[in-house]
């Protein structure tokens, strides 16, 4: 029942979960016993493509000064994070870009082969009437 807490924990090295619920396997949902209201992981994926595409999970939080910081580290995870089979280079599939294809796996190798593919950091300032203006998800 808990699965979906558990691969989200392993998937973004946070115990704990943004979600309250989570789905069971016969299709209902129960309370995520690892949820945590104070967790400041923040999932993107309900958001538009290339914003969930990007980003996926990320860090956001207070700052003192008022307004909210958004950190995040985007990086191409290995297949094994998913369950799936290690990637092999020039003919295999690559979990983590699975939207994009065999082209977005082509051009990953070809991008670290020349050494272009570097995880991009993201350290983002949003002030308070910015964050105040984002549509919630009951809007």
């Known amino acids: 029942m808990v699965k979906a ?4 924990s392993e998937l ?10 989570v789905n069971t396997e016969d299709g209902g949902m129960i309370p995520n016993p690892n949820y945590d209201p104070k967790s400041t992981l923040l999932s993107t994926y309900a958001s538009s ?5 990007t980003l996926g999970h990320v860090q956001f939080k207070p700052e003192e000064e008022g307004g909210f910081r958004m950190t995040d580290t985007y990086k191409v995870d290995p297949n094994e994070s ?9 003919r295999g599939y690559q979990s983590d870009l699975r939207e994009g294809g065999k082209l977005a796996a082509r051009l990953y190798d070809i991008s ?5 593919n570097q995880p991009m950091k993201y350290n983002v300032k949003f002030g308070s009437d910015e964050v105040s203006s984002f549509p919630s998800r009951g809007d």
Not at 12 to 21: E, F, I
Not at 82 to 90: I, R
Not at 112 to 116: A, E, I, L, Y
């Open 49 to 53: 493509d290339p914003t969930r595409f």
């Open 112 to 116: 670290r082969f020349f050494g272009v």
């Open 5 to 8: 807490a558990k691969k989200e």
């Open 12 to 21: 973004t090295g946070d115990d704990s979960s943004y979600q309250a619920l």
């Open 82 to 90: 998913f369950g799936h089979d290690t990637y092999k280079p020039l």
